[in-house]
């Protein structure tokens, strides 16, 4: 009878483990799908909150891991307004905007957290950096991006 007893409960106290590693296992993949989403789905909104510019709608075609960014390729829904290059110009001739241009192409970059505030949306507590590269007439857009927590890269 003990034997009996003895074996139930071995086999109870298996089965409650492989419970709680698929538990925990779930878990880390939907934390580890949470981090992705944050830090990898580029929309005009979140775009937008970074630049300050108003973008039309978007979608990310196609992104790609670095060795210290990942590269998101984003085609706008329709080529970018004249006059949002316009904006761009008069921020560029005012000096106060962390926009470039050369020619018929725009580049935006900011890093956050190195002594800098963190743009409206993005995490305060990680190191970040994200240019973005556009060019005048074209519906696509080149996102290079990074994170880091307390100086360690993450992905």
Not at 72 to 100: H, M, N, Q, Y
Request: with cysteine; net charge positive; hydrophobic share 40%.
């Amino acid at each position: 009878m003990k034997t009996h007893i003895w074996n139930f409960i071995k086999w109870t106290l298996a089965a409650i483990g492989v419970l709680l590693v698929c538990l925990l296992l779930f878990l880390g993949g939907y934390i580890a799908y949470l981090d992705w989403k944050i830090n990898h789905v580029w929309t005009s909104a979140r775009i937008e909150n970074i630049t300050g510019l108003k973008f039309p709608k978007c979608k990310p075609n196609m992104s790609t891991r670095g060795a210290l960014y990942d590269f998101c390729d984003v085609e706008f829904k329709t080529t970018p307004s004249d006059e949002l290059f316009e904006e761009i110009d008069k921020r560029i001739a005012a000096g106060d905007t962390l926009w470039k241009k050369d020619g018929d192409a725009y580049t935006f970059f900011i890093n956050w957290n190195y002594g800098f505030p963190a743009p409206k949306g993005e995490e305060k507590e990680k190191y970040g950096s994200f240019r973005m590269s556009i060019t005048k007439g074209e519906p696509q857009a080149l996102i290079r991006y990074g994170h880091e927590y307390n100086g360690h890269s993450i992905k």
